[in-house]
């Protein structure tokens, strides 16, 4: 089999660089605004005062890169025609994500904070499947226009990654004459609550622990009676927007519901085969960056009168490091590619353990990729004035949030066993 990228994602992502070149890079420059992504950034980037959350000013420049991104055409690539977008392919994302990582650190693709000017926007996707036409009506218009931002409350300290096992309750409740639930409970790390106007909190309403129905989401406002925000965690790469939450006794009426009631979990779910091999590809994208630059530095350092790069001890590490690249990057194409044939059902029927592959592994070879470009640079691959330090804290936490390494093994020993069907 030849595999070759379609000619029109070839020729968007020129279409991109053009962009970037044009209205990108002279913003990252403007204002000192380098200052977010040279060895100042992790500095200019916290709010140390503020309980170590981003700085009002970085937030507001990648307010900006957003708004230009959308006025241009870009930002709602991935979703369908009816919300502005392109109704861009699992192919095409994977593709233009690797092709941004790839570039280094910029305001064009700061995964940080999962902050692009190709946006992922799995909640507009969310609400298209599973809301109600009011709910729609209500929520996709100003979310994409950045007047609403979700938040995702499933996590909780005692469980991690078993959301089967719950802890946070909803029970029927009438007030005033209205239907709803009351919802007390705990949640941990649920990422930009301090810019959220609502949490997608999920809840058991029925059912035993350790069964997956009985669990419903419920989109929680955060000004509502009873929500309380708690400590931000501070995390290996700073600035930190992870809190713990608290619901005592928080109301919604039943229109706040997503999906079915007792089904919850399908909306955990909906978009994470989608939303990991995205993922993998900018983690093998940012994985080649360090390659690339480790192969550059070993062919112009000449310690002893000599270049690096004549060493086997570093020739050998970075021909694994490219090998490995090369063979993910083929094979999370042509998963991505084959996800485009199929319906979410039969994706998670016949491709979630390729999926998994793609992703664990995408995120080990970054980690291990940063590290090694650190060696090869030596003193100054250890500085912060090279972006390989923050590349691996960075993708470090991919490795536990976006489906840990085991728990991705584990479905793909579960399809290589015959251990589940899906």
Not at 97 to 122: F, P
Request: hydrophobic residues 40%; contains cysteine; negative net charge.
């Amino acid at each position: 089999m030849l595999f070759e990228i379609p000619q029109e994602i070839t020729a968007y992502l020129a279409e991109l660089d053009s962009f970037i070149d044009r209205e990108i890079r002279p913003l990252e420059q403007a204002d000192d605004n380098i200052r977010f992504f040279d060895h100042r950034r992790e500095h200019a980037r916290t709010d140390w005062d503020r309980g170590g959350l981003p700085r009002h000013e970085w937030e507001a420049l990648l307010a900006e890169m957003r708004r230009r991104a959308d006025a241009a055409g870009h930002y709602r690539f991935a979703i369908p025609a009816e919300y502005g977008g392109k109704g861009g392919s699992n192919l095409a994302m994977a593709v233009i994500r690797h092709h941004l990582a790839a570039k280094g650190l910029g305001l064009h693709n700061d995964l940080q904070n999962e902050s692009s000017i190709v946006g992922n926007l799995v909640q507009v996707l969310m609400l298209r499947d599973f809301g109600t036409d009011e709910q729609k009506r209500a929520f996709i218009p100003p979310m994409l226009e950045g007047e609403m931002r979700w938040a995702f409350g499933l996590t909780e300290e005692a469980h991690g990654s078993d959301a089967t096992h719950m802890d946070t309750r909803a029970v029927p409740e009438a007030r005033d004459g209205v239907a709803g639930y009351r919802i007390d409970g705990e949640k941990m790390w649920i990422t930009g609550v301090h810019v959220a106007t609502h949490v997608m909190t999920f809840a058991r309403t029925s059912g035993e622990d350790g069964k997956a129905r009985g669990i419903t989401c419920f989109v929680v406002p955060t000004d509502a009676p009873g929500f309380q925000i708690g400590e931000y965690l501070w995390t290996f790469n700073m600035p930190t927007d992870h809190p713990r939450l608290r619901f005592e006794g928080v109301w919604v009426p039943e229109s706040a519901i997503l999906g079915q009631l007792d089904q919850g979990l399908a909306v955990a779910q909906h978009f994470v085969h989608e939303n990991r091999i995205r993922q993998a590809a900018s983690s093998v994208g940012a994985a080649q960056y360090c390659i690339d630059e480790a192969v550059k530095y070993a062919r112009e350092r000449k310690p002893f009168g000599k270049p690096l790069a004549v060493n086997q001890a570093i020739q050998f590490p970075l021909v694994e490091l490219a090998t490995e690249a090369e063979m993910l990057r083929l094979l999370i194409y042509k998963t991505a590619a084959e996800m485009d044939t199929m319906s979410k059902p039969e994706v998670a029927l016949r491709l979630s353990d390729k999926v998994s592959m793609c992703n664990y592994r995408a995120n080990r070879l970054v980690c291990q990729a940063a590290d090694f470009a650190m060696q090869v640079h030596g003193g100054i691959g250890y500085s912060r004035h090279k972006p390989f330090e923050h590349i691996y804290r960075h993708h470090r936490r991919y490795r536990i949030t976006e489906g840990s390494e085991e728990i991705q093994m584990r479905k793909v020993a579960g399809h290589l066993f015959g251990f589940m069907s899906g």
